[in-house]
Nanobody
Framework: PLVESGGDLVQPGGSLRLSCVSS?????????IGWFRQAPGKERERISC????????YYAASVKGRFTISRGGTKNAVFLEMQNLKPEDTGLYYC???????????????WGQGTQVTVSS
């Protein structure tokens, strides 16, 4: 499975950087990696994805312009830089892998345990 880290409690307007690495030794560079958010009482949604082929990136409208997904220099990690955080960004954040950036969370696999992001004053 993948392992997420970097979640924390931050004030509105703050920033965080989430990391996603493989615990099983498989390389992330040949798969699409998606970041997902699950807020309390809501369904899990895909908020960003980086493709397996040409590193094209995709963002949900709610985070576009504030979040940036990128691969690490060694291609063994994927990061999610989050800026100007809002209370509605609160949730459990997961990364997962698939062969392409599907819109459907159920298509992805190798889910980790998630990392909690709480945006509150």
């Amino acid at each position: 499975p993948l392992v997420e880290s970097g979640g924390d409690l931050v004030q509105p307007g703050g920033s965080l950087r989430l990391s996603c690495v493989s615990s099983g030794g498989f390389a992330l560079e040949h798969v699409a990696i998606g970041w997902f958010r699950q807020a309390p009482g809501k369904e899990r949604e895909r908020i960003s994805c980086v493709s397996a082929t040409d590193d094209s990136t995709y963002y949900a409208a709610s985070v576009k312009g504030r979040f940036t997904i990128s691969r690490g220099g060694t291609k063994n990690a994927v990061f999610l830089e989050m800026q100007n955080l809002k209370p509605e960004d609160t949730g459990l954040y997961y990364c997962a892998a698939h062969w392409h950036c599907s819109d459907t969370p159920a298509d992805f696999g190798s889910w980790g345990q998630g990392t909690q992001v709480t945006v509150s004053s």
